[in-house]
Structure formats: structure tokens, C-alpha cells
């Protein structure tokens, strides 16, 4: 399951971390606590989450989350 884009454009190819909480029913950041195996997450919303990310086959685009933490490595 892909978001549908608004705009009439081609749906994305790879879930994003919203379709994800949108079928888990939890926030991004919830399902980006889980992702990133951060504290304070229940088990049963750790176990949603888990569900929703084999369901919907996301998986974490690591380019992106290094260019985010800062950790880009230039030749």
C-alpha cells in the first residue's frame, strides 16, 4: 500500500515511514522510535508497527538517513 499523491501523479514506489503509521495507527515518529529501536515505545505499539513494516515491505532508505544524521561521505 502506497500513499496516492494528491496531485494525480504516479503513486511512489516505496512506502513511506506516513504509510507505515497510517496503517499502524501511530505518528511517524512513533514508527521512526521503532525503527531506530528507541525507549519508550510500548511492545504491543513496537508489535504494530513491526506488522505494518512487514506488511507493507518498508524498508529504511539509508542515503537518506545518513544524509539526515550528517554522516555523508564525500570521495
Known sequence: MTA???N???PRSRPTIHDVARVSGVSAKTV???INNEPHVRGETRERVARAISLLGYQR?????QLRRGLRRCP
Do not use: K
Open 4 to 6: 496516492t499523491p494528491q
Open 32 to 34: 521512526s522510535r521503532v
Open 8 to 10: 494525480g501523479a504516479e
Open 61 to 65: 532508505n539509508e542515503a537518506a538517513a
